[in-house]
């Protein structure tokens, strides 16, 4: 049996330590087994909140006439501190859960589409029941539970569907909401708060003549990934915030599939960072520009003081270079949006004076820093090569099956990998381009960025926007480059995924398992 197939059923067991005696066991049957004494069960402790989640179809209003047929996650807390689950105002994007960490935490999800459906907790660390694995969907009409507690840091997470081969739409149509973790090293930060603290989701997306959300038409857009013509602004068009003349936190989530932004102000005002996909970081980065691809999400401290009653600020994307292949598969040129113009996001309208006397705070926080050298593999990085040959994108040339892995993709429990994402495909290099990595279970740290020869003219475009800092659960690997990563896989076993978060990528089966045992 080659590599790519899953272990020899011997050599599976005798990995997990298992008697080969056992091997009759079904793979299936020797994760649950393997999971039972580490992961938070069912029923194990009561929880400090109970949310009930579902998702369902329905039509919204987004454009003038007739309404827009959606789907939505909707929200109901059962348990817990009141302000738990709330709305983005006028939207059918969210809820947004708002958690404190070391809270025990159940979601009771209820599947009232017409399809198979399973929720991933993005960017939180949770028992692979709890993280979305699509061997864990469920039917139309079916209900299951979500128990975990809450372990991650202060930062902005977020919930959407992992469903095999139907994430990309199922997002698309509209399930997609926010997780707000706070946290006492937060807590004692004099950041804005309530209604100044503002969630951004960013999206593109199309609509047809009659105001329908128009998806995939053609092979070669699932290759390059969808890209929309529209841009929304949590779930709305053309959208206007009317702010004052204080301090502001933007939470800002790609939401999109496919579609990667350059965060610029339009009267050329630097950004100025506070936080990443996990969490704050050590201390404010400022930025003239800000990349951010479909998964990652950046916390921008925006100070509007100063200006006047009617002034506007635009944030854009600017111009940029190099994610889309050079064979000229489609990268959305000639469309409204091609991918890497420059184009409006949202418009900030100073509406209302307020006195604001809030510092912005040298110190944010305390990150632990890792070490390459306390790797477990630190001489024998674990590399993951992405590659888009025959209109396949693969893996280390492998695509995702549901519960195998190969040898290289085992890990110990409770230990440090060194991992590195490699994008030189050059026998198929005009059909490179950039993939958002997206791994499972805890934030990791990016240790360093390589540039190979031959790329740099498009990757100046956008070097300077990376945020790697901070911790980190998804990161954009250009064509050409390769990204190290430091990992740990602590506290639970069972398969979590890795993956291309261009969801179409995704659904394209650019997915693989690792199999954390004890």
Sequence with gaps: MSDAADLSRRTFLRSIGLSVVAAAVAPERLFAADEQNLQDRPGQSEPDVEIGMTARPAEVSILPGRSTKVWMFSGELVKGPPGTVTAIPDSYLGPILRLRQGQKVRVRFHNKLPES???????MHVPEKADGHPRHQID???TSAY??????????YWFHPHTDKRTAE???FGLAGLILVTDAEEQSLDLPRDEHDIPVIIQDRSFDAQNQLRYIAHRHDRWRGFLGDRILVNGKLDFVFPLATRVYRLRILNGSNSRIYKLTWSDGSPL??????GGLLESPEVRNYVMLAPGERVDLWADFRGRKLGDEITLRSSPFSGVMPMMGMGGGMGAALPHGGEYPIMVIRIAREEADQRVLPRRLSQIQRYRPQDATNAKTPRSIHLSMRGMAPQLNGRSFEMTRVTRDEIIPLNTLQLLEFVNRDYRAR???MAHPMHIHGQQFQVLNREMAQGFERQYATVSQGFVDNGWKDTVLVMPGEKVTILKRFDHYTGLFLYHCHNLEHEDLDMMRNFLVQA
């Design 117 to 123: 459906c399973v929720i991933h907790q993005h960017g």
């Design 140 to 142: 139309s009409g079916q």
């Design 147 to 156: 128990e975990f507690t809450v372990m991650n840091r202060a930062g902005t």
């Design 170 to 172: 199922q997002a698309y």
């Design 272 to 277: 100025t960072v506070i936080g990443t996909d």
């Design 430 to 432: 005009g059909m490179m």
